[in-house]
């Protein structure tokens, strides 16, 4: 694949970042394996319920062998270590797309797997491998482009919807839903969300500026580059914030994975 | 532009779309996104909250006791304690799935709970009903019996009859004390 250095670079960052995210993912369920174990909060003999196709049949009986153990060990060992032979450079070429592909195909498969515990990052995660995916197999830099301003598109999408939705709710306006959620004992930080009921005046203030940073993240395909990569870093900041405060861990990575896509996609304009 | 560009750029652009389509009235219980879900098995289709509109500030604890052959009730045990916020969790925090999983099938198993009973419209007007008030289905629906299953398969060291469990929910930024959401039955182990 030839790729002009901007694709290129773009394209190589997403990557590592995605490939760094699904290991530390599939670390993390590994890391506690009795909650993937079919006595655990993930058996796969309650989430296959939610479908009469995943309990009886002939695919029920093959994704019984991948989403139960040691199957399942397998399959969320596969994304390290596609990652660890890319890391050393040991595919190239249609082997190196095949490898991409095949980390998209599990990560999509951890949906199917899962049906609650994942977050918006997983969708992010998928979204991002999927589109890598296509890139490699297709390989023009018109393909690349097409997928990184696809990615990018994405992201904005996802401060929008979430900016209006914030935006429409009094409590989101008035500062009250940040400072109850970041009291929450799975999702806060006790002295945050201590800090943020105890001073309203700056948990409106925060967030406002989490509403105005997604509400109009758009504008920055017309902001100066100085301006533009102000507001790449306010974006990214908020995602720290939220790995810090919140534990979303996650997100940090995944999100911050599409905003080489987004850097890419200002460079066009 | 290649046919094979064309058509990626057909792919993505209906993938977007649909994406944007999907982010419309999401809150809504028959939103566009809840009809579409049905046919993204693969979950392609994101839904873009980030914490909005009403952010999950209601912790929700697991808790299960036994009653042993001879009568006798166990004490409460919490199924998966909450643990406090580290540094550490920026980076690698793989306590934060179950945490999630027992989030989301309490809000499931409320939701049928809701579903079952037309009269209750508030988010959570369940506080305090027993076992005995919950609607029969709620017994054989997806969110119970996972519930029931992750308290039936903990490791015991006696050997207790029955299990029940019960979920409690707290709001540590209004009184902060537990309330109790939902008691299951007592079911034989």
Redesign the interface.
Same mark, same amino acid.
């Given at each position: 694949m030839n790729l002009p250095a901007s694709q290129a670079d773009a394209i190589r960052l997403i990557e590592a970042i995605g490939l760094l995210g699904v290991t530390?993912s599939s670390?993390?369920?590994l890391?506690?394996p009795q909650?993937i174990r079919?006595?655990?909060? &993930?058996?796969w003999?309650?989430c296959r319920?939610?479908a009469a196709w995943m309990v009886e049949g002939p695919i029920a009986a093959g994704l019984t062998v991948i989403f139960e153990n040691p199957g399942l060990t397998l399959l969320l060992l596969v994304r390290p270590a596609i990652a660890a032979v890319i890391a050393f450079g040991l595919a190239t070429g249609w082997m190196h797309a095949a490898l991409i592909t095949v980390v998209a195909l599990v990560t999509?498969?951890v949906?199917?797997r &899962?049906?609650?515990?994942?977050?918006?990052s997983?969708?992010?995660a998928?979204?991002i491998f999927?589109?890598l995916s $296509?890139i490699y197999w297709?390989g023009?830099p018109?393909?690349a482009q097409?997928?990184l301003i &696809?990615l990018t598109?994405?992201l904005c999408?996802? !401060?929008? /919807?979430?900016?209006w939705?914030?935006l429409?709710?009094r %409590?989101?306006r008035d500062g009250t !839903? $940040? /400072?109850?959620?970041l *009291? *929450? %004992?799975? !999702?806060?930080? /006790?002295a945050a969300?201590r800090y943020l009921?105890d001073h309203p005046s700056l948990s409106r203030m925060l967030s406002w500026s989490v509403i105005a940073l997604?509400t109009s993240f758009p504008i920055v395909f017309v902001l100066p580059p100085f301006a533009a990569a102000g507001l790449l870093a306010a974006g990214l900041a908020f995602h720290?914030g939220t790995?810090? $405060?919140?534990?979303?861990?996650t997100f940090?990575i995944f999100f911050g994975a599409a905003y080489p896509a987004l850097a890419y996609s200002l460079g066009l304009l | 532009? @290649?046919a094979?560009?064309w058509i #990626?750029?057909g792919? #993505?652009g209906a993938?977007?779309l649909i994406?944007?389509i999907g982010?419309i009235n999401?809150?809504e219980p028959r939103s566009v996104y809840q009809r579409i879900r049905q046919w993204d098995?693969?979950? #392609?289709i994101?839904?873009?909250?980030?914490?909005?509109? +009403?952010?999950?500030?209601?912790?929700?604890h697991l808790l299960y006791r036994d009653r042993l052959e001879d009568g006798t009730v166990s004490p409460w045990t919490e199924v998966?304690p909450?643990t406090? +916020?580290t540094?550490v969790? @920026?980076?690698?925090?793989? @306590?934060? =799935?179950?945490?999630?999983?027992?989030?989301?099938?309490v809000r499931?198993l409320t939701r049928e709970i809701q579903d079952g009973r037309g009269d209750l419209s508030e988010e959570f007007p369940f506080a305090g009903r027993t076992a005995q008030h919950l609607p029969a289905k709620i017994f054989t629906s997806?969110g119970y019996?996972?519930l029931l299953?992750?308290v039936s =398969?903990?490791?015991r060291l006696g050997t207790p009859s029955e299990t029940q469990f019960l979920v409690m929910q707290?709001?540590? @930024?209004e009184s902060g004390e537990p309330e109790v959401l939902i008691l299951s039955a007592f079911h034989s182990l």
């Open positions: 530390i670390a993390e369920w890391a506690k909650q079919n006595s655990g909060v &993930f058996s003999d309650v319920l939610r999509v498969l949906r199917v &899962f049906p609650m515990g994942l977050d918006g997983d969708q992010m998928g979204i999927v589109t $296509l297709i023009t018109r393909a097409l997928g &696809f598109l994405q999408l996802s !401060y929008q /919807a979430a900016g939705l914030k429409r709710e %409590g989101w !839903y $940040l /400072a109850r959620v *009291s *929450s %004992g799975a !999702y806060g930080h /006790a969300g009921t997604e720290v790995g810090l $405060l919140m534990g979303l861990n940090v | 532009m @290649a094979s560009e #990626l750029a792919i #993505l993938w977007l994406s944007a982010q999401v809150s098995l693969f979950g #392609l994101p839904i873009w909250t980030f914490f909005a509109p +009403r952010p999950a500030w209601t912790d929700y998966v909450a406090g +916020r540094p969790q @920026a980076l690698w925090n793989p @306590a934060k =799935r179950e945490r999630k999983a027992i989030i989301d099938i499931t997806l019996l996972a299953h992750v =398969r903990i490791p707290t709001d540590v @930024a």
